[in-house]
Nanobody
């Protein structure tokens, strides 16, 4: 059974920073594209960022220039560094893993393994 273990959420003031982490099994990490999605209350789950095994990254428009996704291959961990946080970034953030080719990877259907989610709250 594949598990994704997230950590790093919390409460921060607007303009602050947080770093989320997601630990995966070695097998998953070596083959899958890793991604972050978020879901605010009453909203659909939204793509945030993804990183391929090659290190290629892609970001949602709302976080471009503020968030950075990275991989630590030695620790089978993906990170999401979130800077210049805004109240509208408040959501539950989910880590996801999926194996696919020829797709950008912004659709939740591209991913078949999900973490439990971690709450990020940005106060104004």
């Amino acid at each position: 059974q594949v598990h994704l273990i997230e950590s790093g959420g919390g409460l921060v003031q607007a303009g602050g920073s947080l770093r989320l982490s997601c630990a995966a099994s070695a097998r998953t990490f070596s083959t899958d594209t890793m991604a972050w999605f978020r879901q605010a209350p009453g909203e659909e789950r939204e793509f945030v960022a993804r990183i391929r095994t090659s290190g290629s990254t892609y970001y949602g428009d709302s976080v471009k220039g503020r968030f950075t996704v990275s991989r630590d291959n030695a620790k089978n961990t993906v990170h999401l560094q979130m800077n210049s946080l805004k109240p509208e970034d408040t959501a539950v953030y989910y880590c996801a893993a999926g194996f696919f080719t020829g797709l950008i990877g912004v659709d939740i259907k591209n991913y078949d393994t999900w973490g439990q989610g971690t709450q990020v709250t940005v106060s104004s």
